[in-house]
């Protein structure tokens, strides 16, 4: 039993139109292709030296070991990370951005290439890959969707050595893991107020506050400029900047605003930052010190530009870079009193300002969100930017003159912007118009395959149906579900199975045992059991939900024959294919009567079962009928919608189980780019489908090529799916094998080990991926020489697989030539012999007298029967 493929699961949505759910999808996506003419076009792209989009260089004192340190970790290994100590409990403002931007400008010359990506979020570190492909490529990325963008920059980052990629403000470090584990040829930087969650091959540099000394020149030098400070003047810079903590972010900022106001001495400033901490904002150390600071400069600014204080209080709301300015100006502003407002933030160091867009500290942000001492006749100051943010957002997202719709591009600039907004939502608070837009914003980024980033959408959604609609409201049942979704699609079994348990629960009471919307939830959990690997709760929940649709609904209903689907599914995850067959038969038949020949449902049922087909060996049905609902799917749906794509990768898969490695990687690798462009780089369907050329590479014998796309396959799956879904487990045991057949045992054995101690804890003991664990880790003893483990182990994954699988299943097979393998390595052919007889016998009426695996056996066979020969031949007397 070697590498088994990773599959997506079938689900049904609480709201909208009901389909039978393509269960053996194994990877797919929305979105522009790329011309055949561009899907290698990085390769020949040059970027000229110096290539950069870096801010500015700011000032930087005090941090000349720091440099020396990141210089040495960087040009060693190639990665590192920036993070602040505990003394500062995790906030920002310690400088870690200045310090990556100072070693960035400082070491310019030795790259081709230096990008600054704004990585607080996945979103975020796609937008600015965007922006590398505008700039190498502009006339293409002009015309490009948003994911065929950001593949080709990867693809470019890929081809080209020598870059510099600095990812600012890190709140995941798995966010990462897509590029760090997949990209080799330049160095990573990134800088985080997270001090753990790295990986261990990443050397972090704990970041602390300024040293006495530094902290006092820092502030002379930007508040004097050149001009040297006087004894007197040292010595109030001294006392002012122990006041602020040595902490560089708030001398940043009492400098601003001591350069801006020139009558005002250090010691001037100091009393009158005293008088301010009474009224700081609650909080840490951190935020103290810089509520008192602010306290200070707003009071300066509401004299000057009253403005720029109501600007500042709206992008307090809003996602903390890039920013717009179009987003800034309230309604009946002029634009240019905006930009001037702007300016002037900008010179009080509240923001950074590139022209078009902002970015703001997000520590400024988390203590403008917090409410003052105000006057109680009036919305407090912070809920007033509140209210601005949300009109500015839903106003930006009106249709353009003479069109009907939002573009996507504006969607593309606003989603980061609404996802804060839902994450921020204060309590009791409501917008009926902003919920309808989250919602749009979730639809958008499940189409993406960005459901992980819906959640804060929908716990907005659903707290707003609470409040406005009732606990129990069929809208806000439809919403626990969708979030209930989310969670499971994020890989957040724990939240998620619960929250399903509670709305069918509810619809049970509120709707009735039967009614369509309590069977649709009923579904769900079932799913989602099926998801955590509970098989046990899942399929009885599975089966009692379709005879409840065959009564209420009628044996051939659409749902109906949904339900009947997803039972026929979850059998065979159990690898029970003795009644999945037959049911994904039956659905079939009534699917082509009922929806017709070429139905979308249709098409999917007939999908299914020729996979079901593939899994029991029975290759003569499976590979026709998979390439009769391919050309159908083509022809229907058009050759890159998602269950194309699907249908492409899946006869990929059949080709390869038939040994035709020729076709099957020429397919894999057209269904790759393709889903890389169309659905984007890690999506679920993208993943499954590059584990999955991996795996033809393997088998093929380019081991090299393999193990490198198993490894960048693991770290997104890790990333996106979580670390014990399923789909990262199959990812994990792939990589595993890759690495034993290269010879790496020392890296393959810990691995597999891993992998079979989460499958027997995820999935059970006898499910059939944790039986094929069972198997590859006996497989990786004996090529290790350790006979005492691996035979035992060999012997207990034949008993399961004849039990669970059957004695002709393909796997059973698999397993019974290993044992036979292990016997023969033992010296013990009277065991070894009989069973390598029987597993021929069986291949050859299973699998063909020409399939590999039957030649396998032949010559394991031969080869055992040519060892006791030997054995039994009497030594020559010389």
Not at 323 to 346: F, K, N
Not at 357 to 384: E, M
Not at 502 to 515: F, R, S, V, Y
Not at 563 to 590: F, H, K, M
Request: glycine share 6%; net charge negative; hydrophobic share 35%.
């Amino acid at each position: 039993m070697s590498a088994d493929d990773a599959v997506s699961r079938p689900r049904i949505e609480a709201a909208g139109q009901r389909s039978i759910a393509a269960k053996h999808v194994e990877n797919a996506y929305t979105g522009d292709v790329l011309p055949a003419e561009a899907l290698h076009a990085p390769e020949r792209v040059p970027a000229a030296r110096g290539t950069s989009n870096l801010p500015p260089a700011a000032l930087c004192l005090g941090r000349e070991e720091e440099l020396v340190w990141l210089r040495r970790v960087l040009t060693f290994q190639g990665e590192g990370a920036i993070t602040q100590s505990g003394a500062v409990q995790g906030l920002g403002g310690v400088g870690k951005s200045t310090l990556a931007l100072h070693y960035a400008h400082r070491y310019r010359s030795d790259y081709t290439l230096i990008w600054w990506i704004n990585a607080a979020s996945p979103d975020e570190i796609e937008t600015s890959l965007t922006s590398l492909t505008h700039t190498l490529v502009p006339g293409w990325a002009a015309t490009a969707g948003r994911q065929a963008q950001v593949a080709w920059a990867r693809q470019w980052l890929a081809w080209h050595p020598g870059w510099l990629l600095v990812y600012d403000n890190v709140e995941d470090p798995d966010d990462l893991t897509p590029y760090i584990g997949a990209l080799h040829q330049g160095h990573h930087l990134a800088t985080s107020r997270r001090t753990t969650g790295w990986p261990d091959s990443a050397p972090t540099l704990a970041l602390g506050n300024l040293d006495p000394d530094d902290a006092m020149a820092l502030l002379c030098r930007l508040v004097f400029k050149d001009a040297a400070p006087t004894p007197r003047q040292q010595a109030d810079a001294r006392a002012l900047t122990a006041d602020l903590g040595h902490f560089p972010l708030a001398i940043k900022q009492a400098s601003a605003y001591l350069a801006q106001n020139r009558g005002i001495s250090l010691d001037a400033y100091r009393r009158r930052l005293g008088t301010k901490l009474g009224k700081a904002a609650h909080g840490i150390d951190a935020e103290r010190t810089i509520a008192r600071i602010w306290n200070v400069t707003l009071n300066a600014l509401e004299k000057d530009n009253p403005l720029a204080v109501e600007v500042l209080h709206i992008a307090a709301w809003l996602a903390p870079d890039d920013i717009p300015h179009t987003l800034l100006a309230p309604s009946g502003t002029d634009p240019d009193d905006t930009a001037e407002a702007i300016g002037t933030l900008a010179t009080y160091s509240m923001v950074t300002d590139t022209g078009t867009t902002l970015s703001i500290h997000r520590l400024v942000q988390t203590v403008l969100r917090t409410a003052q001492n105000t006057d109680a006749t009036q919305l407090p100051r912070h809920l007033q930017g509140r209210d601005r943010a949300e009109r500015t957002v839903l106003h930006c997202l009106a249709p353009p003159p003479g069109q009907d719709s939002t573009t996507d591009s504006q969607w593309d600039t606003l989603t980061p912007h609404l996802v804060t907004l839902a994450a921020t939502t204060p309590p009791g608070h409501h917008n009926a118009p902003l919920t309808d837009a989250y919602g749009t914003a979730a639809d958008r980024l499940r189409e993406q395959g960005h459901t992980a980033r819906t959640v804060p959408l929908f716990e907005a959604a659903l707290a707003q149906c609470e409040q406005t609609l009732g606990d129990t409201h069929p809208n806000t049942l439809t919403s626990r579900n969708n979030l209930a979704g989310a969670y499971e699609s994020a890989g957040d079994l724990e939240r998620a199975i619960p929250l399903f348990e509670a709305t069918l629960a509810q619809c049970e009471q509120t709707l009735g045992d039967t009614h369509p919307n309590t069977l649709t939830s009923r579904n769900n959990l079932a799913g989602a059991y099926e998801s955590a690997g509970d098989l046990e709760r899942a399929i009885p929940l599975y089966e009692v939900t379709l005879a409840q649709c065959e009564q209420v609904l009628g044996d051939t209903h659409p749902d109906t024959l949904t339900s009947r689907n997803n039972l026929a599914g979850a059998y065979e995850s159990a690898g029970d294919l003795e009644r999945a067959i037959p049911l994904y038969e039956v659905t079939l038949a009534q699917c082509e009567q009922v929806l017709g020949d070429t139905h979308p449902d249709t098409l999917t049922s007939r999908n299914n079962l020729a996979y079901a087909y593939k899994e029991a060996g029975d290759l003569g049905r499976a590979i026709p009928l998979h390439e009769a609902t391919l050309a159908q799917r083509e022809q229907v749906l058009g050759d890159t919608h998602p269950d194309t794509l699907a249908s492409r990768n899946n006869l990929a898969g059949a080709y390869r189980a038939a040994g035709d490695l020729e076709r099957a990687i020429l397919l894999y690798e057209a269904t790759l780019a393709q889903r890389e462009q169309v659905l984007g780089d890690t999506h679920p369907d993208t993943l499954a489908s590059r584990n999955n050329l991996a795996g033809a590479y393997q088998e093929a014998g380019d081991l090299e090529r393999a193990i490198l796309l198993y490894e960048a396959t693991l770290a997104q799956c890790e990333q996106v799916l979580g670390y014990t879904h399923p789909n990262t487990l199959a990812s994990r045991n792939n990589l595993a094998g890759a690495y034993q057949e290269a010879g790496d045992l020392e890296r393959a054995i810990p691995l597999f080990e891993a992998t079979l101690a989460q499958r027997e804890q995820i999935l059970g003991d006898t499910h059939p991926h944790t039986l094929a664990s069972r198997n590859n880790l006996a497989g990786a003893y004996r090529a290790a020489g350790d006979l005492e483990r691996a035979i035992p182990l060999h012997e207990a994954t034949v008993t399961q697989c004849e039990q669970i699988l059957g004695d002709t299943h393909p796997h059973t097979l698999t397993s019974r030539n290993n044992l036979a393998g292990a016997y023969q390595e033992a010296g013990d052919l009277e065991r070894a012999i009989p069973l390598h007889e029987a597993t021929l016998t069986q291949r050859e009426q299973i699998l063909g007298d020409t399939h590999p695996d039957t030649l396998q056996s032949r010559n394991n066979l031969a080869t055992a029967r040519e060892a006791a020969e030997t054995v039994q031949q009497p030594d020559t007397a010389t």
